[in-house]
């Protein structure tokens, strides 16, 4: 029975790799748009912060008709010039000790339970979440997909740019996105996500945004929906717990998520 289970399993991994590269070929002669590359690298510009670090506390609270709500404490621990973070969660005692380091193009979950790491990808879900590990990361929209403009629409009473994305390559959450890009600031507003056949998968709401020195933003709030479950996570970043420090090397490693899993 489980010789069959793991033929099936490896089929299916196969199917799948099979169609996500048929995606990828199908896009392959997509080309930027000028004008939508220009609002994604203006973006990109005020909410990456390569010139400082950031420390916070952060609160998940996950959503869906029917069950309990779950609420997840964490730390988070972000530098973008390495493209950089790690998230380690602290409450409940269920969840204690979990955590994830992305360091470079690597991204991985620890499990203090096994003491073992898991390696990742942007398309894998936080914890028993709604949010993506690529929504804690610095954005590197070009590099992952072809970008056209769309005509504006307004989201929240704002005039937004709306860019449609293409997949470049597999490592990434959905296919075929749509962002809303405030036209005032250049801040994200939305996103949408769709499957290849163009069934709407989430949507995400950027609800609320630091300034910082240097014409900067940081997220402090965000909002995911999963139409297809019908569950929702709000993602809120405790302001008072920001600190933009330099943090210790040390911090982006193995060792240190290990470290903290036993305190």
Request: net charge positive; aromatic share 14%.
């Amino acid at each position: 029975m489980n010789f069959k289970s793991n033929k099936l399993t490896k089929f299916t991994i196969f199917i799948l790799f099979l169609v996500l590269s048929m995606l990828v070929f199908s896009f392959a002669e997509e080309k930027n748009d000028p004008e939508a590359e220009k609002i994604i690298k203006k973006m990109e510009s005020i909410v990456n912060l390569e010139n400082t670090d950031v420390t916070a506390e952060m609160i998940f609270l996950q959503q869906k008709s029917g069950e309990p709500d779950k609420l997840f404490k964490t730390r988070y621990y972000r530098r973008d010039k390495d493209n950089a973070f790690v998230i380690i969660f602290l409450e409940p005692d269920s969840e204690k000790g979990k955590g994830y380091l992305r360091i470079g193009d690597n991204l991985y979950m620890y499990m203090p339970a096994t003491r073992e790491f898991i390696h990742k990808n942007r398309k894998e879900n936080v914890g028993s979440t709604d949010a993506k590990a690529e929504n804690f990361e610095s954005k590197k929209t070009l590099d992952l997909y072809y970008v056209k403009k769309l005509p504006n629409a307004i989201v929240n009473k704002a005039d937004c740019f709306v860019i449609e994305l293409k997949a470049k390559q597999m490592d990434v959450s959905y296919p075929i996105q749509k962002w809303y890009i405030r036209t005032s600031d250049y801040i994200l507003m939305k996103q949408e996500a769709f499957s290849l056949s163009g069934t709407l998968m989430q949507v995400t709401y950027y609800v609320k945004y630091m300034p910082i020195k240097g014409g900067k933003f940081f997220m402090t709030k965000f909002m995911t929906e999963d139409k297809i479950e019908g569950s929702r996570t709000w993602v809120t970043v405790d302001e008072k717990t920001v600190s933009f420090a330099p943090i210790p090397d040390y911090v982006f490693t193995k060792a240190f998520l290990e470290q903290q899993s036993k305190q």
